[in-house]
């Protein structure tokens, strides 16, 4: 399976079908296994790039914690785009992978299509959030290194089932990529000029005020909301969240040809 190279970190990747790029992102936690169910709809007419984030996954669990953090991963994305030939994509993914994808945009507008943010935070604008936010990762952190693997049994079904080679990853990757050290992402929503779509299940209580405030803050989103859907909302309802995204796709996609054709 392709991997590249990120100066002595292999980051495993996949890539589906062809025509415009799509960059998706998985959670915390989880894997590019996630999006299993979606890869024959969204790569009829997308070359579909799946990929696993440093310490997760099929990618390398560098033992350095400051091989894990917000401008590494996202500087990982550039890279991938790079290594397919890409010079712009579609850029989405679910949680963290949403978070990310914001990150991504916040340093490379130029080179994001669109945005397709799924059950997804932008971070704090307040000190005092981001520290209990923090808080909680560095928890999430500790308990991977006391009880491994097992976390994941208890966890949310896009994660529950996932393949890791060890806890060791997930447990630097939560206090170096999970925790937020600023608010640039959430302050620079309003600058967002590219479509963005914002897609959150019913279900997902604490993601539910997110999703209406980057909704509101990113002009001209749209956002959808999946009934009897969780955080998983692509697993909890695979047709439905299709459904919500195609139309989004093939939209920008109509527009591209329009222009093509003036």
């Known amino acids: 399976m392709p991997k590249i190279n990120r100066g002595d970190v292999n980051i495993y990747y996949e890539v589906h079908g062809s025509g415009p790029p799509l960059l998706l992102t998985h959670g915390y936690s989880s894997t590019s296994g996630m999006w299993q169910g979606q890869i024959e709809a969204l790569s009829k007419h997308h070359k579909l790039v799946l990929w696993d984030m440093r310490g997760h996954g099929q990618s390398d669990y ?3 914690p400051a091989a894990y953090s917000e401008a590494l991963t996202v500087a990982d994305m550039a ?11 579609v850029v989405g993914g679910l949680s963290l992978g949403g978070y990310m994808s914001l990150a991504f945009y916040r340093n490379h507008p130029e080179r994001v299509r669109a945005l397709l943010i799924i059950d997804t935070g932008p971070g704090f604008k307040k000190d005092d959030a981001r520290e209990v936010w923090n808080k909680r990762a560095h928890g999430t ?6 009880e491994g693997l097992d ?71 749209k956002k959808v909301v999946v009934p009897a859907a969780g955080h998983a909302v692509n697993i ?18 109509a527009k591209a040809s329009a222009r093509a054709a003036t």
């Open 141 to 146: 952190g500790d308990r991977f290194e006391r």
């Open 236 to 253: 909890d309802q695979p047709q439905a969240f299709i459904e919500a995204v195609l139309p989004f796709l093939d939209g920008l996609d």
């Open 79 to 89: 890279a991938l785009l790079d290594e397919i030939g890409a010079d712009k994509a």
């Open 62 to 64: 560098p033992d350095d």
């Open 151 to 221: 976390v994941l049994k208890s966890a949310s079904r896009e994660r529950s089932s996932v393949s890791h080679r060890d806890a060791s990853g997930l447990a630097r990757a939560a206090r170096g990529m999970l925790i937020q050290r600023d608010a640039r992402v959430i302050e620079s929503l309003p600058d967002i000029k590219v479509p963005s779509l914002v897609v959150v299940g019913a279900d997902d209580t604490p993601f539910l005020a997110a999703s209406d405030y980057m909704a509101a803050k990113i002009p001209g989103a």
